[in-house]
C-alpha cells in the first residue's frame, strides 16, 4: 500500500502528458472522440500540476474526472454531431455535386439519351417523357443509379 501512496504522490506533468499521449493513441485506434476528452483533462491537469506544485493528487483525480466528464457531455452533445454531419459531405458522391448542373445532350433517342456533364458522358432521361435533342443544353434534376434524370433548360 505504500508503493501505491508513493507512486501517487509522484503524479507530475509528465505523468499526465504521458497519459494524455495514450489516450490520444487510443483515439487514433478508435476513432470514436470518446478517448479526446478524456486526453484533453489529462493534458489541462498536467498543466495544473505544473502551475500549482502543491496540488495533491487527490485533488489532481477529483479535477481530472471533473473536467473528463465536462468535456464528455460537452463534446457528445455539440461536437460529434457536426462531425457526422460533416461526414456526409458527399464527397466522392456524383449525385451530390450533379444535380442543377447543365449539361448538354449528345446522342439523343426520344426521351433518352445520352449528356455530357463536366468530362463525363452519362446516360440520361427526360424528366417529364420529351424527347431530347443533340446539343440541347439541360439541367440535371436528380440521378437514378448511373441514369441522369433531366429537364430542358
Known amino acids: 500500500m505504500d508503493a501505491v501512496i508513493t507512486f501517487l504522490e509522484g503524479l507530475n506533468l509528465w505523468w499526465w502528458l504521458g497519459l494524455a499521449g495514450l489516450l ?5 485506434i478508435t ?7 478524456p486526453a484533453a ?3 489541462l491537469v498536467g498543466l495544473l500540476t505544473m502551475i500549482f506544485a502543491s496540488l495533491g493528487w487527490p485533488w489532481q483525480f477529483v479535477i481530472f474526472a471533473a473536467i473528463a466528464l465536462a468535456f464528455l457531455w460537452a463534446g ?10 460533416g461526414s456526409d459531405s458527399g464527397l466522392n458522391t456524383r449525385a451530390t455535386y450533379l444535380v442543377g448542373q447543365r449539361a448538354t445532350v449528345v446522342s439523343a433517342s426520344g426521351a433518352t439519351g445520352r449528356v455530357r456533364a463536366g468530362d463525363t458522358e452519362w446516360p ?6 420529351s424527347a431530347l435533342e443533340v446539343g440541347q443544353s439541360v439541367t440535371v434534376s436528380e440521378l437514378r443509379g448511373t441514369t441522369l434524370v433531366v429537364q430542358p433548360g
Not at 457528445?76 to 454531419?85: E, G, H, I, N, T
Open 41 to 43: 483533462a489529462a493534458f
Open 76 to 85: 457528445d452533445r455539440w461536437v460529434r454531431p457536426r462531425l457526422k454531419a
Open 124 to 129: 440520361a432521361e427526360s424528366l417529364d417523357g
Open 31 to 37: 476513432g470514436t472522440t470518446y478517448l479526446l476528452w
Open 24 to 28: 490520444l493513441i487510443g483515439e487514433l
